[in-house]
């Protein structure tokens, strides 16, 4: 079972990025996939979910700004960030839950200079 996510960098404020979270080795449909972030010296966040059926759950603080994509039923995720700000910085983890566990991928970096 693997979590990859991908799509990291740095960007200006203002700018966008999109990350992709592949979740593989999992036998069925993972019924969430998403991202949490967590910055230096802070808790870890949600930032955005989907499920299976599209339903979606999205941070206040980044509604409006980022949109989480998936295909139907494939264990595949994409969070388009746009209109990115300086307090976006942070490692983003992609997210699963699948049978009543959690599951967590690496991080990727994301940087948003001034």
């Known amino acids: 079972v693997q979590l990859q996510a991908s799509g990291g960098g740095l960007v200006q404020a203002g700018g966008s990025l999109r990350l992709s979270c592949v979740a593989s080795?999992?036998?069925?449909?993972?019924?969430?996939l998403g991202w949490y972030r967590q910055a230096p010296g802070k808790q870890r966040d949600l930032v955005a979910t989907v499920t299976t059926s599209g339903i979606t759950t999205i941070a206040d603080a980044v509604k409006g700004r980022f949109t989480i994509s998936r295909n139907g039923s494939a264990n595949m995720a994409y969070l388009q960030m746009d209109s990115l700000k300086v307090e976006d910085t942070a490692n983003y983890f992609c997210?699963?839950?699948?049978?009543?566990?959690?599951?967590w991928g690496q991080g990727t970096l994301v940087t948003v200079s001034s």
């Open positions: 080795g999992f036998i069925f449909s993972v019924g969430t």
């Open positions: 997210y699963a839950y699948y049978r009543r566990r959690d599951y």
